[in-house]
């Protein structure tokens, strides 16, 4: 069945940087919008990039200017590269993958991944 796989999270001082990677096996890029979110403790899962089927890239507010998604189709591997970090950004990120329309909502993803721990100290 379809794997998501994330790695690259840890512990990082705010304004260093990070890159997440998120692997995906048994699943088509070109069928599906493939995103990151995070969760925060008690805190419900937010957007933050996505991919879409025709290579647009788009960005919650929060991170724009700061992170970058991006695609390696050859590794199926999709990533998100992180700088500035802030102790805001703490939280576990989630790679989806959405086969219907919208990318942004994390009740639509068809598929997703255990996540990785980011932590961001002040």
């Known amino acids: 069945q379809v794997q998501l796989v994330e790695s690259g999270g840890g512990l990082v001082q705010a304004g260093g940087s990070l890159r997440l990677s998120c692997a995906a096996s048994?699943?088509?890029?070109?069928?599906?919008?493939m995103a990151w979110f995070r969760q925060a403790p008690g805190k419900e899962r937010e957007f933050v990039a996505a991919?879409?089927?025709?290579?647009?890239?788009y960005y919650a507010d929060s991170v724009k200017g700061r992170f970058t998604i991006s695609t390696d189709n050859a590794k199926n591997t999709v990533y998100l590269r992180m700088n500035s970090l802030k102790p805001e950004d703490t939280a576990v990120y989630y790679c989806g993958a959405a086969a219907g329309p919208f990318y942004s909502d994390p009740n639509k993803m068809t598929y997703w991944g255990k996540g990785t721990l980011v932590t961001v100290s002040s």
């Open positions: 048994r699943l088509t890029f070109s069928n599906y919008h």
């Open positions: 991919v879409t089927r025709n290579r647009n890239t």
